[in-house]
């Protein structure tokens, strides 16, 4: 959610005022914080809102974005809801690039997560991914096997030896495995801690639905624990793990097949985000406000879930 594409508060303002009725436009922040796309706080004299230009997405695949936050929303799931501009459609363009309006969550990320916020994301995603069974919108995953190999070969002259051995091997084993009995259906596929916002000590919202897409559900699952359960080291923390597994399975039970591939979802959660913040940090994109991430912890996880192969207690 960095600032690669400037605009201005006279350009926002003029905006909103030929396509939406959200009232006028007061002020707009830029928001320093993710990678993809260009996002800014949009007061309104109305509320506040969150206006995002994409940098990479286009406007042929981004209505299954938008229709999933609105669908989600619609069923319960505090993910924000699109506004849809006076043609009644939910996608624009601002200064070249695609753009949109969401509502704007109440809340705030935290950065140690507690046993019980790491329960009640649990609980909620899988309350997202029951909502979204009957969702009609079909995306495979963009940063999927095909990406993971496509941009590692971009990546490969910036690694040394062991970590260019360490991702070639892992992407030789991720390659002879597949998921495709266990459950699908729309993940999110990004739910860090920064992409959960807390208020009240409830869940206030999911945010950042763009690496949304149709796969294995239990995918989305390690993703989460990726980032909910671990500790600085890499090492897994294993009272928020329970915590989080249990939330889940509040409301959902895994099936067998998912339990039996769960060290090789966590693996492939790992690699996908090492992967893309190594693409990230050997090949930048410029821009006014960016926050980078350091690749390092994510080969750190991988490691640690490559030597402890146990299967979760489920």
């Given at each position: 959610?960095?600032?690669?594409?400037?605009?201005?508060?006279?350009?926002?303002?003029?905006?909103?005022?030929?396509?939406?009725?959200?009232?006028?436009?007061?002020?707009?922040?830029?928001?320093?914080?993710?990678?993809?796309?260009?996002?800014?706080?949009?007061?309104?004299?109305?509320?506040?809102?969150?206006?995002?230009?994409?940098?990479?997405?286009?406007?042929?695949?981004?209505?299954?974005?938008?229709?999933?936050?609105?669908?989600?929303?619609?069923?319960?799931?505090?993910?924000?809801?699109?506004?849809?501009?006076?043609?009644?459609?939910?996608?624009g363009e601002l200064n070249g690039k695609p753009a949109a309006i969401v509502s704007c969550i109440p809340g705030k990320?935290?950065?140690?997560?507690?046993?019980?916020?790491?329960?009640?994301?649990?609980?909620?995603?899988?309350?997202?991914?029951?909502?979204?069974?009957?969702?009609?919108?079909?995306?495979?995953?963009?940063?999927?096997?095909?990406?993971?190999?496509?941009?590692?070969?971009?990546?490969?002259?910036?690694?040394?030896?062991?970590?260019?051995?360490?991702?070639?091997?892992?992407?030789a084993y991720q390659a002879d495995f597949g998921a495709q009995l266990t459950p699908r259906g729309p993940i999110h596929?990004?739910?860090?801690?920064?992409?959960?916002?807390?208020?009240?000590?409830?869940?206030?919202?999911?945010?950042?639905?763009?690496?949304?897409?149709?796969?294995?559900?239990?995918?989305?699952?390690?993703?989460?624990?990726?980032?909910?359960?671990?500790?600085?080291?890499?090492?897994?923390?294993?009272?928020?793990?329970?915590?989080?597994?249990?939330?889940?399975?509040?409301?959902?039970?895994?099936?067998?097949?998912?339990?039996?591939?769960?060290?090789?979802?966590?693996?492939?959660?790992?690699?996908?985000?090492?992967?893309?913040?190594?693409?990230?940090?050997?090949?930048?994109?410029?821009?006014?406000?960016?926050?980078?991430?350091?690749?390092?912890?994510?080969?750190?996880?991988?490691?640690?879930?490559?030597?402890?192969?146990?299967?979760?207690?489920?």
């Amino acid at each position: 959610m960095s600032v690669f594409t400037k605009v201005s508060l006279e350009e926002a303002t003029r905006w909103v005022k030929q396509h939406y009725s959200i009232g006028r436009v007061v002020n707009l922040r830029g928001i320093p914080s993710g990678i993809e796309n260009t996002n800014f706080f949009l007061d309104t004299d109305q509320g506040v809102f969150v206006l995002t230009l994409f940098e990479k997405l286009t406007a042929s695949e981004l209505p299954f974005y938008l229709n999933l936050m609105a669908h989600l929303s619609s069923h319960g799931v505090p993910a924000p809801t699109p506004i849809k501009k006076l043609d009644d459609q939910f996608l624009g363009e601002l200064n070249g690039k695609p753009a949109a309006i969401v509502s704007c969550i109440p809340g705030k990320p935290t950065d140690k997560p507690t046993g019980n916020q790491a329960h009640l994301v649990g609980e909620q995603l899988a309350h997202m991914h029951l909502a979204g069974q009957s969702f009609e919108g079909e995306l495979e995953n963009l940063r999927g096997k095909a990406w993971w190999v496509s941009a590692s070969d971009e990546i490969y002259s910036f690694l040394d030896e062991g970590d260019s051995e360490l991702l070639r091997s892992e992407l030789a084993y991720q390659a002879d495995f597949g998921a495709q009995l266990t459950p699908r259906g729309p993940i999110h596929g990004d739910l860090f801690r920064d992409n959960v916002l807390f208020h009240n000590s409830r869940v206030g919202g999911f945010i950042d639905f763009y690496f949304a897409c149709v796969d294995a559900w239990v995918y989305d699952v390690a993703i989460t624990v990726n980032d909910w359960c671990i500790n600085a080291d890499g090492s897994m923390d294993d009272e928020r793990l329970h915590a989080l597994v249990n939330g889940y399975s509040s409301v959902r039970q895994l099936t067998s097949a998912e339990v039996e591939v769960w060290p090789t979802m966590l693996r492939a959660g790992a690699l996908r985000f090492w992967v893309s913040r190594l693409y990230d940090f050997h090949l930048p994109r410029p821009g006014e406000l960016t926050h980078a991430h350091d690749p390092e912890s994510f080969k750190r996880i991988l490691q640690g879930h490559q030597a402890r192969p146990k299967i979760f207690n489920f």
